[in-house]
């Protein structure tokens, strides 16, 4: 890798520790540069500011979701073991974002949350509607459910409760919060062997042992 492209990363790489952990409102280029021990010039030879960095790394971390969601509807598991696993993955992912980074991106990029939320919107929509057409054909989803009231509901539900000023003010984390919602409108979706199903998954994930 040029020697351009390994500094560029050696900034991104440090600023998504940092930002996902602080935010990016309270941390100033000097700590970032001082942090790298680079100039001020350097970072913005790549970028333009502190809010170039942040989208930049949310736009990959966005795409490492949607790489991660797409992989798992391509498998070849049944469709509630296929919840199970995006359930995991988008915990385990979203987990790493603090609700103060939310906070910094909402307030001081509000065009750009915008961007996120509809990015969740659209992925998790396509995403539930796949597992639901597939769950279905498998038996272990109820086919005379509305699919678009679900739909409108559990999204609904997430961009609700998964917002920085809620988070913020309530012990439950953002992985948490995802996972429950998600969990609690399948159980309602699934039929009796789709349910065994998804609790037998559930149970094995939290005790692996």
Not at 141 to 159: D, H, Q, T
Request: glycine share 6%; net charge neutral.
């Amino acid at each position: 890798m040029p020697e351009d492209d390994l500094t560029k990363e050696k900034i991104l790489a440090h600023c998504q520790g940092r930002f996902f952990k602080e935010g990016f409102v309270r941390i100033t280029v000097d700590e970032i540069a001082a942090d790298l021990t680079i100039s001020k010039k350097t970072f913005y030879k790549y970028f333009s500011s502190k809010e170039d960095v942040v989208q930049q790394i949310m736009e990959r971390f966005m795409g490492g979701v949607r790489g991660n969601v797409e992989r798992i509807l391509l498998s070849d598991k049944s469709a509630v073991e296929k919840l199970s696993d995006i359930i995991t993955m988008l915990a385990a992912n979203v987990g790493r974002v603090s609700p103060t980074l939310g906070q910094d991106i909402k307030r001081r990029l509000p065009e750009f949350w915008k961007h996120i939320e509809e990015f969740r919107r659209r992925r998790l929509s396509d995403a539930f509607e796949r597992l639901i057409a597939q769950g279905i054909h498998e038996g272990t989803m109820r086919p005379g459910m509305n699919k678009r009231v679900f739909l409108m509901s559990v999204i609904g539900a997430i961009e609700r409760v998964v917002q920085p000023e809620v988070l913020a003010a309530e012990s439950f984390s953002m992985s948490e919060a995802v996972s429950e919602i998600i969990s609690i409108f399948f159980i309602g979706a699934v039929t009796a062997q789709g349910r065994e199903q998804f609790e037998q998954l559930q149970r094995t994930t939290i005790n692996p042992n």
